[in-house]
């Protein structure tokens, strides 16, 4: 999942500047940057998939709040598959159709897929910080995760409430942190496994 939103925030065009119509048409009438969305598309989805499996873990070790924190967690896999589709379907037509055409008229229709997407993942980070909220005092106060786990989460949802202006940056460092997370789990296995 990492890999995926570096590579595409990396393909992405900057499409809010003066030539941000040009800027989208030039990238999208590039086969190779058509190519590398579609792959994007396509791996984001089975990352978000993949951290259910890591959500299952991570909730057994919550205890009474495993609820919150698998229902938060579907809310934020849901949002992300979604924001992520919007943001690649035009790309994935545009390179297996000869119906749709790039061009000025049909890069408008990107930018406002690539806005409909960032607020996907707006709303997927709102969703994140319940999870990581939830999960704090776990480590706190159980200590049915390491302490720093719990407290860089905790900072990680405060960042996500302001996720209007941090989705771009709260996206990467709840990837991180799910990294982080899974291989700590996998180092220390709770007690009873």
Known sequence: MLVGLLVSYANSPDYTDEDGLRE????????????????????????????????????????????????SGIVFVVLTMVATITSGIYAVSALNTDTCEVGPGTAMVVMLLMDVA???????????AVLLFAVRPAGVTTHAVPAWLGWSGFVIAVLCCASPFTAWLTVLLMALWTIAAGVVRMVRPPVGE
């Open 24 to 71: 989208t048409v030039a990238s999208y009438r590039d086969d190779s940057n058509l190519d590398l969305t579609e792959a994007m598309t396509l791996v984001m989805p089975a990352g978000s998939l993949l951290f259910l499996w890591f959500l299952s873990a991570l909730a057994r070790r919550v205890g009474s709040r495993s609820q919150v924190v698998l229902s």
């Open 118 to 128: 960032y607020a996907g993942f707006i709303a997927a980070m709102a969703a994140a």
